[in-house]
Each structure stands twice: as structure tokens, then as C-alpha cells.
């Protein structure tokens, strides 16, 4: 089974894999990646002074939902 720790090329690949068990089990691995990462640099724009709405820009969403999404991260 995939996980979010497996090597994200091999995962890559998986996603268009015509067995819907891998190509499924690849889309939840990229997408429990990518929450990973976002989180981490949300964290990085944080800590470099950036304001909530840089990150909304950045991210392409509002800056409503992206405070919402990370305010538990007490940032």
C-alpha cells in the first residue's frame, strides 16, 4: 500500500495507473503529501513575517479559509 513516505515519483506514476486500487491509494498519498507540504510552508511564511493574506495570494484561496484552515498552529 502507498503512503505519504513513499517516494513521490513512484507515487506520481501510480496515480495514472489503470487499476483504480493503486491509481485511489496514489491520489490519497499526493493528496495527505501536499497537505504536509502546504502546512510546512504556511509554517515557513509564518515565521518569515508574512501576513495571513500573502499566504491566501500565494495560495490562491482567502484569506479567511487559509486563517481558518492553520490558526491551530497558533501562528
Known sequence: M???MSDATAVAAAASSKDPSI???AVAALR???ESLEELQVTNARDRG???QQIAEALQISRQAVHK??????L
Open 32 to 34: 495527505g503529501l501536499q
Open 23 to 25: 491509481g485511489l491509494a
Open 69 to 74: 484552515k492553520y490558526r491551530r498552529l497558533g
Open 2 to 4: 502507498l503512503t505519504v
Open 50 to 52: 508574512w501576513s495571513w
